[in-house]
């Protein structure tokens, strides 16, 4: 993205101005996702899990859905069942909202092994797949 004065207040839109050239294509090919797996070495993150907010849309969300901090129980990932399910991106409404924390206490509630070796390799297929489209 381009150096500016939003970035720590306003996630990335569909046809964002701000998003490269370049950052479109590392964005289109989930690159920008490699540098979290540091944060998984580390162990401040998992493969899988609820994907993480922004702080302030934490703030905000915690307002509005019953128990959202209830997604802290577990490490926020890389990967989410949330995200396979296409609760992604913006959030653009209170539906969007309530799709992606239902998603996410799903997983919390329904967590095994075995669903996270699933929501991983299924996530990877659709990363394989869009690299072909």
């Not at 370049?22 to 493969?47: A, C, T, W």
């Not at 703030?59 to 128990?67: D, F, H, K």
């Not at 997604?71 to 913006?90: E, M």
């Not at 959030?91 to 699933?118: H, P, Q, V």
Request: proline share 4%; net charge positive; aromatic share 10%.
């Amino acid at each position: 993205m381009v150096v500016n004065n939003h970035a720590d207040r306003l996630e990335v839109q569909p046809d964002d101005k701000r998003i490269t050239g370049l950052g479109h294509f590392i964005r289109r090919y989930h690159i920008d996702e490699l540098p979290q797996l540091l944060n998984v070495v580390k162990g401040d993150m998992s493969l899988v899990g609820p994907r993480p907010h922004m702080l302030r849309h934490t703030v905000l969300y915690a307002r509005l859905v019953q128990n959202y901090h209830d997604r802290h129980r577990v490490k926020p990932g890389i990967a989410g069942l949330a995200q396979l399910k296409g609760y992604h991106g913006t959030i653009a409404s209170w539906n969007d909202l309530y799709e992606r924390c239902s998603s996410d206490f799903e997983y919390i509630e329904k967590w095994s092994l075995t669903g996270d070796l699933c929501i991983f390799c299924k996530t990877i297929c659709q990363i394989v797949k869009n690299l072909f489209q």
